[in-house]
């Protein structure tokens, strides 16, 4: 079960009539559908945080009723590949993220006067949000967590019409469709494994997170719910209706491939772009910063049993996720992709799974690759890649060091593994190129989680990423096997995808150009207890 934060500022409070910016509680309550109401208060510097709902039930029981193969069983291999400063503002949502088939996802409440839930995938390898429509032909409905967004169920939604602007929001064509009395834009995405889906181009009220199983809805009644909402102030998912915002995205008519067999509705667009929804919500003022972060739990170690999946924060980073230092690489890109230069790749044996050695027999080998073989083409920070590909140049020097260390050969077959034997696999670490401006000169280069001291005297500040086994070793229930799943496999570039990321907050700083790491639980339903 994952998780999202939230804490953002209201796009229109005229339309509501409250100010969310406004440090004194407010008098207006909402009530969750079929849930008790609740009271709507917003402070300053506060956090919302919204609940973790444990996603493995959920899981299973989708498995079981669509008879769904695991993961990397041999009919969706073809299918793995994705469609191809410290503190904390003044206005930030965190929400909670959940787990499906290898990638991430978060609700989202669409349209009025009763939203409507949408999971989509949080990808920051796309910039557009997009989810199937009522009248979408064998767009996966069965497969997906909820049914087709029923537009006409919502008072404020809306279909772009460009006829004299020839202006579309997030991409496409401007032309003539025969159900409009108007011009629309129209979208189309294709993906490098098969994968396609096609919109128009569309404008309702969106908020992200809240409660799982019921949407928020305004009550004028005033103060019920009862409670004194002070000990509680931005830790209730009861506030995310607070933080809507008038969203442009792809009201999907047609959809291929995985999107129409994953778990969720559909996705959600978080590249460097105009169209991307974290963009879109700070252009609406409902974030006061560009910048969002994402944390992704680790996989479990002493137990096969999935638990929660993390938590994403938009407008910053929530440091009661920290369990250390926050460190910064350099995002290389001025736009677009999230991209990073790993400047060398280690691997360490007998595994741990924090950045530091945790016993005195880990060994550390640099596996020799130059930084032009590394990074032939750019290396992506990707969140909906579930797995990491690396250059095919590497394969050779990777693959002997790690069979050296691990006792049996590296490949991506699948495998039995005991528990002791997966925790003692090699850890991959990964350098990458610090962002400069944000060196830290007073920190100890080799006693500081995440930075390099210990395996490069000559760049100590630079940046290590651990990936233990724990994250790229992946286990089916079904086979009762482990499988690989980083590949060496790219002709030109590469991708850090989500196993990855697990086990860090990841800020996406996108002002400063950088994007800080911070080892991390990702326990999102800790920060709830203690709040």
């Known amino acids: 079960a994952p998780s999202l934060l939230a804490t953002a500022a209201h796009e229109d409070a005229a339309s509501t009539g409250i100010n969310v910016r406004d440090t004194a509680a407010t008098t207006s309550s909402l009530r969750g559908k079929n849930n008790p109401t609740i009271n709507r208060r917003t402070v300053a510097n506060g956090i919302l945080s919204l609940p973790v709902i444990p996603h493995r039930e959920i899981l299973n029981r989708r498995h079981r009723e669509l008879n769904v193969e695991d993961s990397w069983s041999p009919e969706n291999e073809e299918l793995r590949r994705k469609l191809g400063e410290e503190y904390e503002p003044r206005h930030q949502q965190l ?10 996802y978060v609700d989202v409440w669409v349209g009025k006067p009763e ?17 199937p429509c009522a009248g979408c032909k064998d767009c996966g409905e069965s497969y997906h967590t909820d049914g087709y967004f029923m537009s006409d169920s919502s008072d404020t939604y809306e279909v772009t019409d460009c006829t ?15 159900q409009y009395d108007h ?15 096609s919109a128009v181009e569309a404008t309702d009220y969106v908020y992200a997170g809240g409660l799982h199983d019921g949407a928020l809805v305004r009550v004028e009644d005033g103060n019920e719910g009862g409670g004194d909402a002070e000990d509680h102030i ?16 792809g009201c999907q008519y047609s959809i291929t491939g995985l999107f129409k067999t994953q778990l969720a509705d559909g996705i959600m667009g978080m590249l460097d772009s105009p169209k991307a929804f974290w963009k ?18 680790r996989q479990p170690t002493a137990s096969r049993e999935g638990t929660e999946a993390g938590a994403m924060t938009l407008g910053g980073t929530d440091t009661r996720l920290h369990k250390s230092q926050m460190v910064y690489a350099a995002n290389k890109s001025s736009s677009g992709s999230f991209v990073v230069t790993i400047k060398a790749i280690y691997l360490r044996s007998n595994g741990g799974e924090s950045a530091l050695p945790d016993s005195d027999d880990q060994v550390v080998q640099n596996i020799g690759a130059s930084v032009s073989s590394i990074n032939s083409g750019k290396i992506i920070v990707d969140s909906g ?16 060091i790690w069979s050296e260390m691990a006792g049996r050969p590296f490949n991506n077959d699948a495998v039995d593994l005991t528990h002791d034997e997966l925790l003692n696999l090699p850890t ?13 000169e007073g920190l100890d280069p080799n006693t500081t989680v995440g930075l390099a001291g210990q395996v490069d005297s000559e760049n100590p500040r630079d940046i290590i990423l651990a990936m233990p086994a724990t994250h790229y070793m992946e286990y089916s229930q079904k086979y009762e096997k482990y499988k690989c799943r980083i590949y060496l496999s790219e002709s030109s570039g590469g991708v850090l995808g989500a196993n990855s990321m697990m086990g860090h907050e990841m800020f996406f700083d996108v002002e400063k150009r950088r994007i800080g790491i911070s080892e991390s639980d990702c326990d999102y339903m800790s920060i709830i207890e203690s709040a």
């Open 428 to 440: 991959i670490l990964f350098q990458l190129e610090a962002h400069a401006p944000s060196i830290d």
């Open 280 to 297: 879109q919500m700070y252009t609406a003022g409902a974030i006061d910063e560009k910048r969002f972060s994402l944390c992704y739990s």
């Open 95 to 104: 929400g909670a993220l959940y787990q499906g088939y290898g990638t991430h």
């Open 234 to 249: 931005g830790d209730r998912p009861n506030d995310a209706y607070a933080f809507e915002f008038k969203l442009a995205f």
């Open 164 to 178: 004299k602007s020839k202006k579309c929001n997030i991409g496409g064509m401007c032309h003539s469709l025969n």
């Open 183 to 197: 011009k629309v834009c129209s979208v189309r995405m294709s993906y490098a494994e098969g994968s396609s889906w």
């Open 115 to 131: 939203p409507q839930r949408q999971t989509v995938i949080v990808d920051t390898g796309s910039s557009v949000t997009a989810f």
């Open 385 to 400: 890649t579930t797995d990491t590909y690396l250059s095919r140049n590497l394969h050779s020097q990777f693959a002997s």
